[in-house]
């Protein structure tokens, strides 16, 4: 399976929006999602916090709008170390490594350029929906134009949120962060019941957004930040392990998800 860096994400979205990538962006490209693609008007990007490969794999017959996504349109990204959330999603709007953003915690300031600044400068609308306390809804959320804040730090308001600014709003970049997957992991460990319960519920919310953007014509890029492996009865991602580290990236056209929605 073909690889590409977390720094990749930023320049690709970028290319399929036809506007430049961040200043500090060091990543490449990714050409099989822009020959796919092509030219997008508004494209969105919805991460699966912590869902690695390994997890994926565990999980697969639960997760059917994840798969129909991957058939035939599936890479694998791998995540920047320190391998924990702050750090994989400042990487991934910036396209700088993380020695260049220095981020290691979500209540930290992010002093470099991102997508949602390059958006901004070309007069085009972003969005961002996360949980108010995760590392969207305090570290990059300050710098949407649209801001979905779940205050209840659950999964459903954020996609709720998420689904009624595409339908009402449209803004040309909307990222969305979903987290049932990593808090799991981190409370029952990354194997058995509730992880597929968890897995099962991501990829419920991952259908109903992905019906939203199929009717506005939306593109759509689907990633996890980090994965995770399992020590004793909890889940973790300390970089120790490949499963921490490989992620699955997918895509769609707006073709694609009308077909799938």
């Not at 290319?15 to 962006?25: C, D, E, H, V």
């Not at 993380?98 to 609308?125: C, G, N, P, Y």
């Amino acid at each position: 399976m073909k690889e590409y860096g977390m720094t990749s994400i930023a320049p690709t979205v970028s290319k399929l929006l036809g506007i430049r990538p961040p200043k500090q962006n060091t990543g490449s490209v990714i050409t099989e999602i822009v020959d796919d693609m092509g030219h997008q008007d508004k494209v969105a990007v919805l991460v699966l916090d912590a869902f690695g490969v390994s997890t994926w794999k565990r999980v697969q017959a639960l997760t059917p709008n994840f798969n129909k996504l991957a058939d035939s349109r599936l890479l694998h990204i791998r995540s920047v170390m320190p391998a924990i959330t702050p750090v994989n999603f400042s990487t991934m709007m910036t396209g700088a490594p993380s020695d260049v953003h220095v981020i290691r915690d979500r209540s930290e300031m992010l002093t470099i350029e991102t997508l949602f600044h390059v958006l901004a400068e070309s007069s085009m609308k972003s969005a961002a929906a996360g949980r108010a306390k995760s590392t969207v809804g305090m570290l990059l959320m300050r710098f949407a134009e649209i801001k979905c804040v779940a205050a209840s730090d659950t999964d459903e308001e954020v996609t709720r949120l998420a689904v009624k600014t595409i339908k009402d709003e449209c803004p040309p970049f909307f990222l969305i962060h979903l987290l049932d997957v990593d808090d799991t992991g981190h409370r029952s460990g990354v194997e058995g019941n509730e992880m597929e319960k968890a897995a099962e519920a991501a990829d419920y919310h991952l259908g109903e957004v992905i019906l939203q953007l199929a009717e506005s014509g939306y593109g759509l890029l689907v990633l996890a930040d980090h994965g995770a492996h399992q020590i004793g009865d909890k889940g973790t991602h300390d970089g120790s392990t490949q499963d921490d580290l490989i992620v699955p990236l997918v895509w769609g056209n707006n073709h694609r998800l009308s077909e799938i929605a």
